[in-house]
């Protein structure tokens, strides 16, 4: 499994959201109202909180943290250069 794929689904079960992980595009602003995932920033919290335990990555900036969440692709890219 990619881990792009990953993502998706740590997304999904983190957020405890009713939607196929491989429905979300890699380049979805998922945090866009309009997203199906209507994610919020209590998402973004469990979101965070699941990077650092799956990934070691803690994001303690808001703006660096909105900024790597932007879409799966910024959270793989992210990952892969803190890696």
């Known amino acids: 499994m990619s881990l792009k794929e990953d993502l998706k689904e740590m997304i999904v079960r983190e957020c405890d959201k009713d939607i196929a992980p491989s429905s979300i595009k890699d380049n979805d602003s998922i945090f866009d109202p309009k997203h199906p995932l209507e994610l919020?920033?209590?998402?973004?919290?469990?979101?965070?909180?699941?990077?650092?335990?799956?990934?070691?990555?803690?994001?303690?900036?808001?703006?660096?943290?909105?900024?790597?969440?932007?879409?799966?692709?910024?959270?793989?890219?992210?990952?892969?250069?803190?890696?």
């Open 40 to 83: 919020d920033s209590l998402d973004s919290l469990q979101i965070s909180m699941a990077l650092q335990n799956d990934y070691g990555i803690r994001l303690t900036d808001p703006k660096e943290a909105r900024r790597v969440m932007e879409s799966v692709d910024t959270l793989a890219k992210y990952i892969e250069s803190h890696s």
